[in-house]
Each structure stands twice: as C-alpha cells, then as structure tokens.
C-alpha cells in the first residue's frame, strides 16, 4: 500500500511571498481538479483541537473563507471543538489534497467571528441547512435518529421556506490566523518537498525547507 509519487516540485524561488497568495495558487489547482472528479470537496479541511490537558481531537469540516487574516469555518459553539478552543485556542488545519499529491499543513489562533460576519453566512446558506444549525446539539448524545429528524421536522414547520430563519445564538465561525503554513508537495522516493513560512513579529514571513 505504497504510491510512488511522481509529481513536479515546489521550488522556493516559484513560492508568493505572501502563504496566503500561496494558498490561493494552490487552492485553485485543487478546485480545477475537483471540476475534473480529481479531488472531493478541496475546501475540506482537518480540523484538530485539544482540551485543556492537552488531549487531542480531530474532525473534518467545510472551509468557508479564506483571506489575508486566516481561515474561517463554522460550527455550533457548544460542540466539541468549540468547547477545545474556548480552553486552548491553538489548532491546526490539514488540506489533505491526496489525488494530486499535496498537503497543506496550517498551525494558528483561533478566534471568534463577529456576529454580523456570521450572520451574513448563516443567511446565505440553504434553509435545510440553516434548520440544521438548530435541530443538531452538535456533540451531545441524542436517544436515535428519529430524535433528530422530528427536531428538524418541528423547525421545518415553525420556519417555512419563505420565512426567514434566525440565527442561533450558539453557533457561528472562527477564524484561524495562521502562525506557520507548511505546503507539502509529493515527490518520487519519498523526497517530499516540504516549504514552511512562519511569521515574523513584524508581520513579515520566513520561509524554510523541511526535511521530508
């Protein structure tokens, strides 16, 4: 169970100065591979968290933005992640690009979105999904299915398709502001190329070669 990778290299004369430029190439690669039935889902991240032990846990979620300020997804605050990162803000973001050889490894700060950020999000998002936010306690033990599917019923006739739903008060986004952004490309012997930026206090990045 061994894949010879084969793909070009990642030089770092070619990188942007900016990671998040970076991110931004590389992120479009993957969406083309996604029109092409390459990669599923390439806004789909790895998110890992710990509680205040240290105690680890990963999950994977949606990617709904990205900007020069970091990484945003989001999730019901009372869940499991949310709850890690209210203790322990440090998390780190995995892009797992496999069809085309690439990783994109990210360790930062989480921070909560404001609430007209997530607000702006929540009502773009289809009604079923915005019911969702609402039936699921995300986290917590339910009795069964059906639990969850009259929860959602019951909403689904308290708030029609043409009415608007509000948004929960327990959930929303955070953004994760990046402190090191490693980008991963395969090669054949398991020479990886692996290229680190890590911020400076000045707001300026370094950039190191990692050994694979």
Same mark, same amino acid.
């Given at each position: 169970m061994r894949k010879q990778y084969r793909a070009q290299g990642l030089e770092e004369h070619d990188l942007a100065t900016h990671p998040m430029d970076q991110f931004a190439r590389w992120f479009e690669d993957a969406a083309?591979?996604?029109?092409?039935? *390459?990669?599923?889902?390439?806004?789909?991240? !790895? !998110?890992? *968290?710990?509680d205040a032990?240290?105690?680890?846990?990963?999950? *994977? !979620?949606?990617?709904k933005q990205f900007d020069t300020d970091g990484f945003v997804f989001y999730t019901n605050y009372d869940s499991r992640k949310a709850r890690e990162l209210a203790e322990n803000p440090y998390v780190s973001l995995l892009f797992p690009w496999h069809p085309v050889a690439r990783q994109v490894i990210v360790t930062g700060v989480a921070r909560r979105t404001g609430r007209d950020e997530t607000a702006a999000y929540f009502r773009s998002r289809p009604h079923g999904s915005q019911l969702g936010a609402w039936a699921s306690a995300q986290s917590s033990v339910i009795a069964s299915?059906?639990?969850?599917?009259?929860?959602y019923a019951d909403l689904g006739a308290r708030y029609p398709e043409d009415e608007q739903v509000p948004v929960p008060p327990h959930w929303g986004g955070f953004r994760i502001a990046p402190e090191t952004i490693e980008f991963w490309q395969g090669r054949e012997n398991r020479l990886h190329d692996r290229l680190r930026y890590t911020a400076r206090p000045d707001g300026t990045w370094t950039v190191d070669r990692l050994s694979p």
């Open positions: 083309r591979a996604a029109l092409h039935g *390459t990669i599923y889902e390439p806004n789909a991240m !790895v !998110v890992s *968290t710990a032990k240290g105690r680890p846990s990963s999950r *994977t !979620v949606l990617m299915r059906a639990e969850l599917e009259e929860a």
